[in-house]
């Protein structure tokens, strides 16, 4: 049987709506990050920005210059992967920057291929990113068909302080609980495929139960369709004069979804950060909420292998 940390946790319930919104006004989240980017306090105590910077798809030629002018801009969470192949860019990034190694918040992912050597991955990826630790370490994918996660994850278990915190990536209920019925530690995030045409309730519902954060990525949909399109973005960002990226990010900010949307373009990095001056009201989330369609971009959870 798995344990849970002590530390708070944002969730996201559709029945907590009119709460969390409270919350919102009233707290402006709990705390804020150096960079008055929100923090949300994990199920271990450990504490995550929760508006990121992604280099999923980054050229591992241009990752050193993006994630330069990323932390330029004022982000201090980047996450990264080995199967992206742009650690080493990424570490350079770090290093170049000057800024404390504190004030950063760094994750990468273990790829299924390595579940069964995932001590050697991860001193591998430790080295690429030139670091002592990564704050959050997360299986990349269940992999189900290999029937190796919960090797795995035992494994990331013993990694202690040089992974402070670690979790899963596009884990559905049924493999959570399998993980928390056959390990000790329960996962701090559920990083899973999450934007307003696929809102992912049962996941969220289920990590809200066992104390799991919940990160979305592709949380603009990769723009593979027309957010500005869809009729209460389009209504939410002429009210609030934001772009409909701005607006989708809010939405996700507001249901306590930690996020890392990915441009190579400084001045779209500048915009997206720009988000804490306005609060959608209720009736607009609600609207975005009606935007779910089950619209699936990635690979189902359980076909990757």
Same mark, same amino acid.
């Given at each position: 049987? #798995? ?24 707290? +402006? ?83 299924? #291929? ?50 402070? #915190? ?42 809200? +139960? ?59 990095? +500048? ?35």
């Amino acid at each position: 049987m #798995s344990i849970v940390g002590t530390g708070q946790f944002f969730g996201s319930p559709e029945e907590e709506r009119d709460k969390l919104l409270r919350d919102l006004m009233a707290q +402006k989240r709990d705390r804020t990050s150096p960079s008055g980017i929100p923090v949300i306090t994990l199920n271990d105590g450990n504490t995550i920005p929760q508006l990121g910077f992604g280099v999923f798809k980054v050229d591992p030629q241009e990752t050193e210059q993006v994630v330069t002018e990323a932390l330029a801009a004022g982000y201090r969470h980047i996450d990264t992967a080995a199967f992206y192949d742009n650690e080493e860019a990424v570490g350079r990034a770090i290093a170049r920057s000057g800024i404390p190694r504190g004030e950063l918040f760094i994750t990468t992912k273990l790829w299924p #291929s390595r579940f069964d050597d995932a001590e050697m991955a991860f001193n591998e990826s430790l080295e690429k990113l030139g670091l002592d630790y990564v704050d959050l370490y997360l299986l990349h994918w269940p992999a189900p068909r290999n029937n190796n996660f919960v090797r795995a994850w035992k494994a990331l278990e013993g990694f202690g302080e040089r992974a402070r #915190s670690i979790g899963v990536c596009n884990f559905l209920p049924e493999h959570l609980d399998r993980l928390i019925d056959e390990t000790t530690i329960v996962p701090a995030v559920n990083q899973v495929e999450l934007h307003p045409a696929l809102q992912q309730r049962e996941t969220r519902a289920h990590a809200r +139960k066992h104390g799991i954060a919940v990160e979305a990525w592709a949380p603009l949909g990769q723009w593979r369709y027309d957010l500005a399109g869809e009729a209460p973005i389009a209504a939410a960002a002429e009210a609030h004069a934001k772009t409909a990226a701005q607006v989708v990010i809010r939405w996700h900010l507001q249901n306590g979804i930690i996020i890392f949307p990915k441009t190579v373009n400084p001045e779209r990095m +500048k915009e997206n950060l720009n988000v804490f001056d306005f609060e959608l009201t209720a009736e607009e989330m609600l609207a975005i909420d009606g935007l779910d369609r089950g619209q699936r971009l990635g690979s189902h959870p359980n076909e990757k292998h």
